[in-house]
């Protein structure tokens, strides 16, 4: 495995200085949420742009003018839409570079030069950006799916920054992916030539494990559907109720534990060093926390018989 060291390793390419900011702009954002109220002056704007869906309930009341930026949150379908399209050719592209010795096209190597391509022979391991490709590519087609036969939207909201933000993010982790693939000129560079000799123990944990997050994240997606059906599968209402069963027991969000999961299982996949891609985990790690903890803070005001047991995020943690 490659080192940290090195030149090209420990640049603060575009990518990195990217993640970093907004892993920087969550954890902020998460730390003014844990401040008791009244220390700080309230802004109804602010909290209307970290919200969304039912969290938005819990929120101050909401001036007139934010309602004018609302957009479905049964849009999340387009998020995607986009993934599977984008990262589809992406996949096909390194794919095809992989298997058939074909350069990337010239904007595209063009484009991953600006962001901070691994210009360098031999350090990253081709095998393991292609797994990771494949693993966010599968990801965004099971969500895809749950989206269209799984959850039941309600008329639950999301502000129209996030949703550009959310058409914007699929398209930058797949370039982030891509950027990590070791290069010689426009061509993959593979060690030996032959991509199943670089296979190595991490690969085969990093899989089992984005299987098993994967299999609980779309375990706790049916169980929040089934709240609003009856027993013959029909959607009955679109109420909120308390969810119990899998990681429900443990956590107010395990969705969103799960998303996590499946970024550290593709962190894993890249051989526990990557630091670029440890700067995506990052990331995800203070967007979902924040994400859960409105949502956690929702469901206590709502219920008064809420678990008392259950955390926001992490199991008995937090």
């Given at each position: ?137 599968l990801h965004s ?57 670089q296979a190595r ?63 550290i299982s593709m ?52």
């Open positions: 495995m490659a080192t940290w060291a090195g030149t090209e390793v420990s640049a603060l390419n575009p990518l990195r200085a990217l993640w970093l900011t907004l892993a920087a702009t969550f954890l902020l954002t998460l730390l003014l949420q844990l401040v008791p109220p009244g220390l700080l002056p309230g802004c109804a704007f602010f909290q209307d742009l970290i919200r969304y869906g039912k969290t938005k309930e819990g929120a101050p009341p909401r001036p007139a003018a934010c309602r004018a930026f609302d957009v479905p949150k049964r849009y999340f379908s387009h998020f995607y839409i986009i993934s599977v399209l984008w990262n589809g050719f992406l996949l096909w592209s390194l794919t095809h570079s992989l298997f058939m010795g074909a350069p990337f096209p010239n904007w595209l190597h063009g484009l991953l030069r600006i962001l901070g391509t691994a210009q360098f022979r031999g350090g990253e391991l081709a095998l393991s950006a292609f797994l990771v490709l494949v693993f966010l590519w087609l099971r969500r895809l799916f749950e989206c269209f036969y799984v959850s039941v939207f309600s008329n639950a909201v999301i502000h129209v920054v996030q949703y550009c933000f959310g058409l914007v993010y699929y398209i930058l982790v797949g370039l982030t992916v891509l950027s990590q693939v070791p290069m010689d000129g426009r061509n993959v560079y593979v060690i030996g030539k032959n991509l199943l000799m123990w991490f690969h085969i944990l990093g899989m089992m494990m984005f299987i098993w997050s994967s299999a609980h994240q779309y375990k706790c997606h049916v169980i929040l559907s089934n709240l609003r059906k009856n027993k013959a599968g029909v959607v009955i209402h679109c109420n909120h109720r308390i969810p119990f069963g899998d990681w429900f027991e443990y956590v107010s969000s395990p969705n969103y534990l799960a998303e996590l999961m499946i970024y962190a894993i996949t890249f051989g526990f060093y990557n630091l670029t891609w440890w700067l995506v985990v990052t990331y995800v790690f203070f967007s979902q926390a924040l994400a859960a903890f409105l949502s956690h803070e929702f469901y206590k005001s709502k219920f008064i018989s809420y678990p008392k047991h259950r955390k926001a995020f992490l199991p008995f943690l937090f």
